[in-house]
């Protein structure tokens, strides 16, 4: 599959966005999904993740109960709702996909595939 992340941009810090990531050559009921982002000078974080049939979700503690991450198979798309943005969420937002495995994970070394990220900004 191949993925391409939308709906970055710049918001003011207690606003909300919502990404999408959209996948193409293969269906994404296929595979495990996850949202990870890279601050300027940071590691690559783990944000959340959802079961093939988004009946399981696990979050990054400092994202629970701000962010939910969803999907729509039929669409063969992927989202996450992001409320309460703080200038601390400024990155690159990313989704991943992880085909083989049984569960999801935080470990971005199981997503063997990756969009190509969008840019999200928190003014204060």
């Known amino acids: 599959v191949q993925l391409q992340a939308y709906g970055g941009g710049l918001v003011q810090a207690g606003g909300s966005l919502r990404l999408s990531c959209v996948g193409s050559?293969?269906?994404?009921?296929?595979?495990?999904m996850g949202w990870f982002r890279q601050a300027p000078g940071k590691e690559r974080e783990f944000l959340a993740t959802?079961?093939?049939?988004?009946?399981?979700?696990d979050y990054a503690d400092f994202v629970k109960g701000r962010f939910t991450i969803s999907r729509d198979n039929t669409q063969n798309t992927m989202y996450l709702q992001m409320n309460t943005l703080e200038p601390e969420d400024t990155a690159v937002y990313y989704c991943?996909?992880?085909?083989?495995?049984?569960?999801?994970?935080?470990?971005?070394?199981?997503?063997?595939?990756w969009g190509q990220g969008t840019l999200v900004t928190v003014s204060s």
């Open positions: 991943a996909a992880d085909r083989f495995s049984r569960t999801g994970s935080t470990a971005d070394t199981q997503y063997r595939t």
């Open positions: 959802i079961s093939r049939g988004g009946n399981s979700r």
């Open positions: 050559g293969d269906a994404m009921r296929n595979y495990i």
